[in-house]
């Protein structure tokens, strides 16, 4: 059975019986996986005859491994030679050797006995903070038993701990596989393959999986076949950042547009180091989320004028020229031009056509004084609206409303407040979001008085606030529009201009 890529997926079977493990693969085939890794342990089978079966009926390449659950003993080591050399007789593609558990010399044997089986040398560097001395002497131990492959799993307790693996990768003299376990190892999946990684696990049927992408994503999204050294990174630094529909967004989007780049989660904890570890150009723009958009502009080198009166960036480009790092806020114009044309679009039907900003002059209530809120009320009043803030802590909407120079109310008064008809309301909150989406910020009763009605919150996309907003008769902006005018915004940045407008916002409304 041969592999007929270059890039092989494969995935980890662990199961209970040989006959979950016939299913198991089948399932692997179904979801696009090259090769399973079937972990064969002492519960897999009762009688070596029904591994045998396995084996010999298996209908996708295969890795044997095995892997006992609990301390192994003189038996169990017995019973793992005799697994191996089972998958050597049956001419298995590869028979991986926990070195751990059996010494060199088994190894040694296997590659004697094979014919066409591959021997694959692995180990498991446990700690954390590997270093590149730990890598590399577990390197040349596993060189040192004369197999074909060798196999590093290791344990990251940061993101950067995984840059490592990439400059071990890059370097190592014979076939290497390596898997950070953990989320914050998940790149050493997404980004092998731009270090010459030839083999990409995932994980099957959508299991959240640490550290694992799921085949479906590395097949469907990342299309990790076409990353090549030249492949530019993108990505979504953030924590948490599983949530993040950027990945789902960006990576087709380069492919639309012929562009040579990947985007991935980022799940950083410290954005300063994150920057000092990944500085080379290849790391080349970056989308920034939950609770990074603050402390990002202080790892910047630039940031733009706007961005820099927010105080918040949400992309950061890094300049090709010198390396530099250039932070944006796309956050404001994304929200502040959706109202816009939607004000402008109302005006249209009633005749009011004009060139001015519709904002200019309106009375912008603003709910929510965080990083979102931020930018929006700096977006709001540049336009030259009146804007009025409310947030739950009073304090947070007066600092804010001090800094953009307008007005902050104590968040009860925000029912009650109605000094005009004709308002504009943008809630900037959480309020409404899922999990608690029968939430709002408002009366519906309060939403008489107001011309148009904005949700930041699109975790549901049509929120109870804006549902409410349309049974008074207001204009209703959804926060879908300014996601996916941000993201279109990261978009032209991260690119240099290219941005497939219909196809991002087709995506966007289709699938999230
Ligand atoms: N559509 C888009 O493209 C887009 C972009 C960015 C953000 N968003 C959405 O906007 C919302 C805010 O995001 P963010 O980045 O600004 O978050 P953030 O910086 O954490 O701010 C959260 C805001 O929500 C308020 N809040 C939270 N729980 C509340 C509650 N139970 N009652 C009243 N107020 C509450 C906070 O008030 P306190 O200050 O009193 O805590 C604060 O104003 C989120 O739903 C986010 O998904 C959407």
Request: glycine fraction near 8%; proline fraction near 4%; charge should be neutral.
């Amino acid at each position: 059975m041969g592999l007929k890529n270059d890039l092989v997926v494969y995935t980890r079977l662990e199961c209970e019986s040989c006959e979950e493990m016939t299913c198991c693969i089948e399932k692997a085939k179904e979801e696009g996986a090259d090769l399973v890794e079937l972990c064969i342990d002492d519960f897999t089978f009762s009688d070596i005859s029904q591994l045998e079966l396995l084996l010999k009926q298996r209908s996708l390449p295969s890795i044997v491994s095995f892997r006992s659950k609990s301390p192994i003993n003189s038996e169990g080591k017995k019973t793992c030679i005799q697994v191996l050399k089972l998958a050597v007789e049956l001419d298995v593609e590869f028979v991986e050797v926990d070195t751990e558990v059996v010494c060199h010399e088994v190894v040694a044997e296997l590659m004697k006995s094979r014919s066409n089986s591959k021997i694959i040398a692995s180990t498991y560097v446990n700690g954390g903070n590997p270093t590149k001395e730990t890598l590399c002497n577990s390197i040349i131990n596993l060189q040192s038993t004369g197999a074909d492959i060798i196999k590093l799993v290791i344990d990251v307790a940061y993101i950067t701990d995984v840059a490592p693996v990439f400059h071990m990768l890059t370097h190592s003299q014979v076939p290497l596989i390596v898997r950070a376990q953990g989320d914050r190892g998940l790149i050493s999946q997404l980004l092998g393959p731009k270090y010459g990684a030839f083999f990409v696990c995932g994980s099957l049927g959508g299991k959240y999986t640490p550290g694992l992408p799921s085949l479906t994503t590395i097949k469907q999204v990342y299309k990790l076949q076409y990353v090549n050294p030249d492949t530019r990174i993108f990505g979504v630094i953030s924590n948490p950042v599983g949530h993040s529909k950027g990945p789902l967004l960006h990576n087709p989007a380069f492919r639309h547009t012929g562009y040579n780049g990947i985007y991935v989660p980022l799940l950083v904890d410290n954005v300063k180091e994150f920057f000092r570890v990944f500085s080379c150009n290849d790391y080349a723009g970056f989308s920034v989320g939950i609770p990074h958009k603050e402390a990002a502009v202080r790892c910047c080198d630039e940031v733009d004028p706007l961005a820099k009166s927010i105080g918040a960036v949400n992309t950061i480009i890094r300049r090709p020229s010198d390396g530099k790092l250039i932070g944006y806020n796309t956050d404001c114009e994304a929200c502040v031009t959706a109202i816009e044309d939607a004000l402008r679009e109302r005006q249209k039907t009633n005749g009011h056509a004009s060139n001015v900003s519709p904002i200019a002059g309106k009375l912008f209530v603003l709910v929510g004084a965080g990083g979102a809120g931020r930018a929006i009320a700096f977006g709001a009043k540049s336009r030259g609206a009146r804007v009025v803030i409310f947030n739950r802590k009073y304090e947070r909407a007066k600092a804010l409303a001090a800094a953009v120079s307008c007005d902050a109310l104590p968040y009860e008064h925000l029912n009650d407040f109605c000094p005009e008809k004709g308002m504009i309301l943008a809630n900037a909150s959480a309020v409404g979001m899922q999990p608690k989406s029968d939430q709002t910020p408002i009366s519906k009763e309060a939403l008489r008085s107001y011309e148009l009605v904005f949700d930041a919150v699109y975790t549901p996309r049509n929120t109870r606030l804006l549902q409410e907003a349309t049974e008074v008769g207001a204009t209703v902006v959804s926060g879908v529009e300014m996601f996916v005018r941000q993201a279109l915004g990261q978009f032209k940045l991260f690119t240099n201009g290219l941005a497939p407008v219909d196809f991002m916002r087709r995506i966007v409304y289709e699938q999230f």
